[in-house]
């Protein structure tokens, strides 16, 4: 491979005051110093993805840019032993796509501290099936297990369970065994959330702004994906000692709740991070989501497109409309 190779990538501009994505040709001569040169098969969609093409400046701070904050492909080129040239590799997190040109276009050029190997068996599409979403969902419930929970003590509850965070988590506790309740303002989608495996699918109203500090406990533990208002109902009906696992902010980044839940019912309030947190727990959860926590429903169900697709695919997670897994396929 030569040093200036073009390739195509949905990029994202700003034009009088909006921010419009489209395809164009760029050049990997162009792209930012690191170790390692990617070609990137697939790539998976996220919300955060979505922000950065609306030109949301808490993700990304100038344009144009690639957004794309997953990537899977080949090693093209390397100047790290570790990584030789042909091996698959997946990259999630740090700042590929908010400020480095992300998985968006057919190359990125990155640290070869953000690359983890292929697990065995995985290709690519598969990686990208689960991603950033698929790889929170595991890091939320590795900390409830880590914190104690399981089956016996009751339901737990999977907030944005339509979500793509949602769902990974939805299969892989009712996989584990749990009885899963999930919480979705998508009523459309309660047949897809019971047979991804939850025994309940309840609405929003469940998490309905409720005046009292504390309510009747009804879960043993929870994952949450939205934030907000919802986070806060939702910590008043956990079981005492009983964990949450916390993960978004789609319904808002405060948290208006009281120190009630923690200090009479011993709750749990377990933050959790997939952008900046060591490799070696990245590869632990990719290795568990390869073999034994492998969600093979969601694998079955995930939707692929096109760079022609990802203007309207990204508007529909913004307007709340997003469901399941979707997968951008370079070759489409």
């Not at 908010?98 to 050029?109: A, K, L, S």
């Not at 988590?169 to 303002?185: C, H, P, Q, W």
């Not at 902010?249 to 009281?258: C, K, R």
Request: net charge negative; with cysteine.
């Amino acid at each position: 491979m030569t040093a200036n190779t073009e390739y195509k990538a949905w990029r994202v501009e700003e034009q009088d005051g909006a921010y419009v994505g489209r395809e164009q040709t760029l050049n990997t001569a162009d792209l930012p110093d690191g170790e390692v040169l990617i070609r990137v098969s697939h790539s998976s969609l996220n919300y955060k993805d979505a922000l950065s093409a609306s030109g949301n400046k808490g993700v990304t701070r100038s344009y144009p840019h690639t957004p794309g904050v997953d990537a899977a492909g080949e090693v093209v080129e390397s100047a790290v032993a570790n990584f030789t040239p042909g091996s698959q590799v997946i990259v999630t997190g740090f700042d590929l796509g908010m400020n480095t040109d992300g998985g968006f276009g057919e190359f990125i050029r990155v640290p070869a501290a953000w690359c983890v190997p292929m697990p065995a068996g995985w290709n690519a599409r598969t990686a990208m099936i689960y991603g950033t979403a698929g790889l929170t969902a595991g890091l939320c419930v590795q900390k409830l297990l880590t914190m104690g929970a399981a089956p016996e003590q009751g339901p737990v509850a999977v907030s944005g369970a339509s979500g793509a965070v949602g769902s990974v988590a939805v299969e892989l506790l009712a996989k584990l065994g749990f009885d899963v309740v999930a919480i979705s303002g998508k009523a459309e989608h309660e047949a897809e959330l019971k047979r991804l495996g939850a025994n309940e699918v309840v609405g929003r109203d469940a998490l309905a702004e409720s005046k009292k500090p504390l309510v009747k406990p009804v879960f043993a533990n929870a994952v949450d994906t939205v934030g907000g208002n919802p986070l806060a109902e939702l910590l008043k009906q956990i079981q005492p000692g009983g964990s949450v696992a916390c993960c978004g902010l789609v319904a808002g980044p405060q948290l208006p709740t009281t120190v009630l839940p923690f200090i009479l019912r011993g709750v749990n309030l377990l933050g959790v991070d997939s952008v900046e947190i060591p490799l070696a727990d990245k590869r632990q959860v990719w290795g568990k989501l390869s073999q034994d926590w492998a969600c093979t429903a969601t694998e079955a169900s995930a939707r692929d497109i096109g760079r022609g697709e990802l203007d309207s695919a990204l508007k529909a997670f913004l307007e709340g409309a997003s469901a399941g897994k979707i997968v951008l396929d370079h070759q489409r």
